[in-house]
């Protein structure tokens, strides 16, 4: 029996048909990604000083021994600051903000990565955890304030209080808020990590963070420990008040605020 077989051209277009008819897939999308990290609820917090000179060793050992390039169902992203020096000679300090998914697994990583990072610490490392209370995001309004410039009525800024699972539509879908503070791989923003006592009501602390300008986007984390408070927040500009604050550790307390830039940004691959 003779084979017939359509001409190439009609094989062609038949594939591309297929092709154009399949639904979308949103595997790269970043609003789908951002999404995804910023459901992981569970935090681990690590506070590190390194001997000056090994900044690269220290980050790539930190990268190569952590959730980095791995698969690990339950973490949800990490951001790295490099803290602000207090002094040029200081040595320099790192703050690890893991998100996951799984507060054990946060422990898992935290014991994995611990012989290579100590290699380079300088003095011991500091390690908390807690969980996420909610986000606190800004709008647009700071940014459509300096590109207007002088001579302009200033647009007040306004912000969305997002709990991970509950407000997501407004969030990710409604845009009512800026996603800067969700976007992951973005690095150089200015960021704080701010250490509150339990003393300090909640409302307290979100009242003393959202009247600093150029807020972008704050989380703010309950230590498991029930030592009090953290607040992770990034700003399109650091406010002139925070460039010189220094976090301070007694014992086994940790105060004050660690200033900087964050310069490693991913979830898992």
Request: overall charge positive; some cysteine.
């Amino acid at each position: 029996m003779k084979n017939h077989r359509s001409p190439a051209w009609i094989q062609a277009l038949l594939g591309l048909a297929t092709v154009l008819c399949m639904p979308l897939a949103h595997a790269d999308e970043p609003v789908y990604e951002m999404e995804a990290a910023a459901r992981a609820s569970y935090f681990a917090i690590d506070i590190y000083t390194v001997k000056k000179g090994t900044e690269g060793a220290f980050l790539t050992s930190s990268l190569r021994s952590g959730p980095y390039d791995r698969v690990a169902t339950g973490f949800g992203g990490e951001k790295v600051v490099e803290v602000l020096p207090a002094t040029r000679d200081a040595d320099p300090q790192y703050i690890i903000l893991g998100r996951y998914f799984d507060g054990e697994l946060a422990n898992v990583m935290t014991r994995q990565r611990q012989p290579a990072t100590d290699r380079a610490a300088s003095a011991t490392p500091t390690r908390m955890q807690g969980r996420l209370v909610d986000v606190v995001l800004s709008d647009w309004a700071w940014e459509r304030n300096r590109v207007k410039g002088a001579g302009t009525r200033p647009a007040a800024a306004t912000f969305l209080t997002a709990i991970p699972y509950k407000d997501e539509a407004k969030v990710f879908q409604q845009h009512i808020a800026s996603l800067n503070f969700f976007k992951i791989g973005y690095v150089g923003q200015t960021a704080s990590v701010e250490f509150f006592a339990t003393a300090t009501p909640v409302e307290e602390i979100r009242k003393t963070i959202l009247a600093r300008p150029g807020m972008s986007g704050t989380a703010l984390i309950a230590l498991a420990d029930g030592s009090g408070h953290v607040a992770y927040t990034e700003y399109y500009e650091l406010p002139a008040t925070l460039k010189s604050t220094r976090i301070q550790r007694t014992g086994a307390a940790t105060t004050g605020v660690a200033t900087g830039v964050v310069v490693e940004n991913y979830m898992a691959r």
